[in-house]
């Protein structure tokens, strides 16, 4: 069974860091295109950062750009996504999914078959 499993969310204060990682199982990650998206209450699921399977592609959000950093170990079947400054708007639950793909990446939730359950990061004072 196709299994992804975020980690890494919590509370965290404004101007704050976390990682949050997406594990996988039941399969390897080498051929497949990761995205991380996340969810605000109220608000449409968000394409935040992809990266293509090999790694040698990444994509961002303009509202994340420069302070979010999405990577692969391809060896642990992990990808992360460090979060730096955060804001109170980046408040939500962050997903990670996969795509078969060794080409790219995209941030269309579409592109994507297979989705983890979700971890929550809340920016807050």
């Known amino acids: 069974q196709l299994q992804l499993v975020e980690s890494g969310g919590g509370l965290v204060q404004p101007g704050g860091s976390l990682r949050l990682s997406c594990a996988a199982s039941g399969f390897t990650l080498d051929n497949y295109a990761i995205g991380w998206f996340r969810q605000a209450p109220g608000k449409e699921r968000e394409g935040v950062s992809c990266i293509s399977s090999r790694g040698g592609s990444t994509a961002y959000a303009d509202s994340v750009k420069g302070r979010f950093t999405i990577s692969r170990d391809n060896a642990k079947n992990t990808v992360y996504l460090q979060m730096n400054s955060l804001k109170p708007e980046d408040t939500a639950v962050y997903y990670c999914?996969?795509?078969?793909?060794?080409?790219?990446?995209?941030?269309?939730?579409?592109?994507?078959?297979?989705w983890g359950q979700g971890t929550q990061v809340t920016v807050s004072s």
């Open positions: 999914a996969a795509a078969s793909s060794t080409w790219g990446c995209s941030r269309v939730t579409t592109w994507y078959n297979v």
